[in-house]
């Protein structure tokens, strides 16, 4: 059976297609400090330990006695001649004379008769439903402290989830848990152990207990695959190398940024940054100087000890990327600091050798630019230390007085500045004195600039791409689009389509 599709009519109306809406500017969020106490709380961490009774002792058996073994041939023998006595003296034998044959009798029956000892098997059961029953309360008790610790250090993969709640920048510079970052998971004891008094001697114990001990005592004393929790604020170089090094320590920032509000932890990249482009997304990045503690990461660089970051006593914590060779910056963490291996598992080199931690964990440049932007429009209250505004100013570093202010720039493009092409590029701070922004004058020289044409030098990586990118974007905020096209920005599509779907929006609804 066929159907028949009737013609589309060339003439027939076509609906327009739907305008095109950017996407909608991210609302701010200021995110307040919370005390320890105000705090999400975590499961309840079960305390205190397991008591294991005594193992029973083993049925051994005892030797007879000579005298047992004696008496029975002697009342045998009396018996026997108590009963021809009888049959001798048939007839005048008084009836109670019978009974001493029956007493001898009984007698005899109660030292033949086994020992009324404890049955070993009944010992046994009782035993094993103890340990039963300990077993399923050390398993309760591991799977509560697995669900506190999990809690106090999630997942790095799951932490962009957890942004909107309010278990992001929760810990503060002063609280006992700052700087405590999750390297990976792996075995931790149980927290409420389990407790063996003196049992004796091995070949004393029933051997059937004694084992079933151990083997409880051994299952559930270890909780696999629990967070392994490292401190970095006691560690001030750490050195992680390997095929997971890259991947380890975005894990490691990524807890730290949010976690930490920007007031408490500041965060530094030196040398490849490729795959650390995410970072600029930071509130973190933006004035790591201000932070309580400031943690530097190094990827891609052979220090030979001459670096002024080594030795710097401002950085709270500097971390090696490397790939295993030896540097200076890796011998110095094996000396004073920690130098670990990430690959298949975690391994940590310490003075007594190789100690393995568990799994590590990981986190691709993807995943951490998704936590990164989630972040980016999140700020701290009120002005002073720690809080990072959240307006483009800020992020071009551009917030000083004299500078962009914070307005918005459709205000800006409806009342552009006197002096024509002048783009704010950056501040100078001076000792102690406000901030003064730093202006480039892009007109031609014959009309008093600085243009029409410049040169930009620098080492790879010293920031040449991203001056390039805060004056094309400064002068997008500043100027309308009339004055400064950015269609002749070879190059500059991707930054700005982004403002122009950030910004025209505001601007045509108006």
């Known amino acids: 059976m066929t159907t028949a599709i009737a013609p589309r009519d060339r003439y027939a109306p076509v609906a327009p297609a739907a305008p095109f809406a950017p996407p909608e500017r991210p609302r701010r969020r200021t995110v307040h400090p919370l005390t320890p106490g105000a705090r999400e709380p975590a499961p309840p961490r079960p305390e205190g330990s397991l008591s294991a009774e005594a193992v029973p002792a083993a049925d051994t058996p005892r030797p007879i006695a000579l005298i047992r073994i004696l008496l029975p041939l002697v009342m045998v023998a009396a018996m026997i001649g108590m009963v021809l006595l009888m049959v001798r003296m048939a007839g005048t034998v008084h009836p109670m004379m019978l009974i001493l044959p029956v007493m001898l009798a009984m007698g005899m029956m109660g030292m033949f008769a086994p020992p009324q000892n404890r049955d070993p098997d009944e010992t046994r059961r009782t035993y094993l439903r103890h340990l039963n029953e300990l077993r399923r309360t050390a398993l309760d008790n591991a799977a509560a402290q697995r669900a506190h610790e999990e809690h106090r250090h999630p997942a790095p993969g799951d932490l962009w989830a957890l942004v909107p709640t309010d278990r992001l920048w929760e810990r503060g510079a002063e609280d006992a848990d700052a700087l405590h970052v999750r390297l990976g998971t792996g075995p931790a004891p149980l927290c409420t152990p389990l407790e063996v008094g003196e049992q004796g001697a091995p070949e004393d114990l029933d051997p059937v207990c004694a084992v079933a001990l151990r083997h409880t005592v051994r299952s559930v004393g270890t909780v696999p695959d629990l967070p392994v929790v490292l401190n970095l604020a006691a560690f001030g170089h750490l050195s992680v190398a390997g095929p997971g090094a890259g991947d380890q320590v975005r894990a490691m920032i990524a807890q730290l940024v949010f976690h930490h509000g920007p007031e408490a932890v500041g965060v530094e990249v030196r040398g490849d940054t490729t795959g650390w482009a995410w970072v600029k997304w930071l509130p973190h990045a933006r004035a790591p100087h201000a932070a309580a503690y400031r943690v530097l990461v190094v990827d891609g660089v052979t220090t030979t000890g001459t670096e002024d970051f080594l030795d710097d006593d401002s950085l709270t914590c500097v971390i090696e990327v490397g790939t295993g060779a030896p540097t200076a910056l890796r011998t110095r963490a094996r000396d004073e600091g920690l130098a670990l291996t990430a690959a298949d ?11 393995d931690l568990g799994v590590p964990d990981a986190m691709s440049p993807r995943a951490a630019a ?3 932007r989630a972040t980016a429009s999140c700020r701290r209250p009120g002005h002073g230390r720690g809080a990072v505004a959240n307006d483009l100013p800020a992020l071009l570093g551009l ?5 962009l202010g914070g307005a918005h720039p459709p205000e800006l493009w409806r009342t552009p500045p006197a002096e024509r ?3 704010p590029v950056g501040v100078t701070r001076g000792a102690g004195g406000p901030a003064v922004p730093v202006t ?5 020289s014959a009309e008093g600039g600085m ?6 030098i620098g080492a790879t990586g010293s920031g040449k791409f991203q001056s390039r990118e805060v004056l094309h974007c400064c002068g997008a905020v500043v100027f309308f689009l009339t004055v400064l096209d950015p269609a002749k920005l070879i190059g ?3 930054p700005m389509l982004i403002l122009g779907s950030v910004f025209m929006r505001p601007l045509t609804s108006r």
């Open 451 to 456: 243009g029409p044409h410049g040169l930009c």
């Open 421 to 423: 092409l002048t783009v």
């Open 440 to 444: 480039l004058d892009l007109r031609e």
């Open 345 to 355: 598992r975690l391994i940590a080199h310490t003075d007594n050798g190789r100690e």
């Open 492 to 494: 500059y599509d991707r």
């Open 399 to 403: 917030d000083g007085p004299d500078g």
């Open 370 to 372: 998704t936590l990164a």
